[in-house]
C-alpha cells in the first residue's frame, strides 16, 4: 500500500510538472514487418537524433543490434488475438515475448487488447510500464494502473490518424496539435512509414493480398512497388519529427520516462 501511495504521489509531481514541459516520447509497433522495413525506420529516427522504444512481435536482429548500442529501447507487442502466431493462450504469448525480449520492462499489447490478468502477468514477470490505450491527439496524463505499473497513454497513432481521414499536411495542423506543451506519446508502424500510406485502407489492403511469409520478407525493390507516391503518413510523421527537434522538445523513451518517475519516489 505503502509503495503504491508512493508511486501515485510521484506520477502526480510528474503530471503537474507537465504544465512547463514539452517532452515527446517516440514508439514504434513492428507488427510483423520485414527486416527491411524495421531497419529503415530505425534510420529515420536517427536521423533527426531521436532515441525511439520498438514494440517487438518477433526476432529483429536491426532491433536487438539497436538496443545493444543504446540507439533505441525494445519492449514487446504481445498479439493476444485469435489465430495469433505468438501463442494460443495468455500465457504463451507472454513466454515468447519475454524470450524475444528478456528482462522487457514495457509493453504495448497489438491492438490495444488488455484485461487484467494479462496486465497482472505481465508485472509479475518485470514489467514496469505501458503505453497501452489510445486516444486521438488527447493529452491523457500518465497513471498509476491498478496493477502497479505506470500507464503513458498514446498522444498520437499513424493509423488512427488515418482511420479518421486527418489532414496529411502537417503545416496546417501543426498549430491545433503539436504547438502546446505536455507529454506527447507517439506511436508509428514501420510499414506505414515504408508504404507512406495515403489513406487507412492502403495499407490493409497491400497486407491481405500477401502471406505471412511474404509481409514479414519484403525488401526495399518490392517496397518500392507497393508503396504510395502521393502525399502520405511517412511525410507527416518526418516533419513532426523535425517539429520536435526544431521546438527544442524534451524527447525521452518510455523507460526514461519511468525512470525519472521512480526516482521520486
Known sequence: MADIIKLRNAVAAFNKS?????????????DWASEYAVSETLGMFAQFGIKP?????????????AAKSGAADVGIHPNFMPDSSQGKTFSEVIDFCMK???????????????V???????????????????????????YVHR?????????????????????????????DF??????????????????????????????DRLTRDEWRNLDAVAIAKLGSDRPGIRNFVLRLCEHAVEADAEIKTLKQLYAEIESTT
Do not use: W
Open 53 to 65: 522504444t520498438f514494440f517487438v512481435t518477433h526476432k529483429s536482429v536491426a532491433l536487438e543490434e
Open 116 to 142: 487484467n490478468d494479462i496486465v497482472e502477468s505481465l508485472v509479475s514477470r518485470g514489467i514496469k510500464c505501458s503505453s497501452n490505450i489510445c486516444s486521438m491527439m488527447e493529452n491523457v496524463p500518465p
Open 178 to 207: 503539436f504547438a502546446a506543451g505536455g507529454l506527447k506519446v507517439i506511436n508509428v508502424h514501420p510499414m506505414h512509414m515504408m508504404l507512406n500510406t495515403p489513406y487507412f485502407k492502403y495499407t490493409r489492403d497491400v497486407k
Open 147 to 175: 496493477c502497479g505499473n505506470i500507464s503513458f497513454p498514446v498522444y498520437f497513432e499513424d493509423g488512427a490518424y488515418l482511420l479518421q481521414n486527418m489532414d496529411l499536411n502537417f503545416s496546417k495542423v501543426k498549430g
Open 18 to 30: 507537465l504544465k512547463d514541459r514539452d517532452i515527446y516520447c517516440f514508439t514504434s509497433d513492428i
Open 100 to 114: 524475444l525480449v528478456p528482462g522487457a520492462e514495457v509493453f504495448r499489447s497489438h491492438r490495444y487488447f488488455e
